[in-house]
């Protein structure tokens, strides 16, 4: 049974960070990819970041490049947001979500965790 868990989360000024933590279990990491969206107040959700847990290949949206790095830990089973110079823009609820590298969809999510920066 795949399962996810967020952490990290809190509220910060802009210019802050946080690193937000997604702990999986159930996926064997050479043929899962991760992912990190997120949902701001009366918007969709939005892709943020993924990462190919074989080969280490990242993915970011534009909005958040060079200010997020997402990364991977094999021995603790960890998928890892860091975000520096946050911006109001980018508070959301956070959630990683896990899928095998050769689908397309997203299969399993965590519960989300709220990010809040204020100005």
């Known amino acids: 049974q795949v399962q996810l868990v967020e952490s990290g989360g809190g509220l910060v000024q802009a210019g802050d960070s946080l690193r937000l933590s997604c702990a999986t279990s159930?996926?064997?990491?050479?043929?899962?990819?991760v992912g990190w969206f997120r949902r701001a107040p009366g918007k969709d959700r939005e892709f943020v970041a993924s990462i190919s847990l074989n080969g280490r290949s990242t993915t970011y949206v534009d909005s958040v490049k060079g200010r997020f790095t997402i990364s991977g830990d094999n021995d603790r089973n960890t998928v890892y947001l860091q975000m520096n110079s946050l911006k109001p823009g980018d508070t959301a609820v956070y959630y990683c979500?896990?899928?095998?590298?050769?689908?397309?969809?997203?299969?399993?999510w965590g519960q989300g965790t709220q990010v809040a920066v204020s100005s």
């Open positions: 159930g996926i064997t990491f050479s043929n899962y990819a």
């Open positions: 979500a896990a899928k095998r590298i050769s689908e397309v969809r997203y299969n399993y």
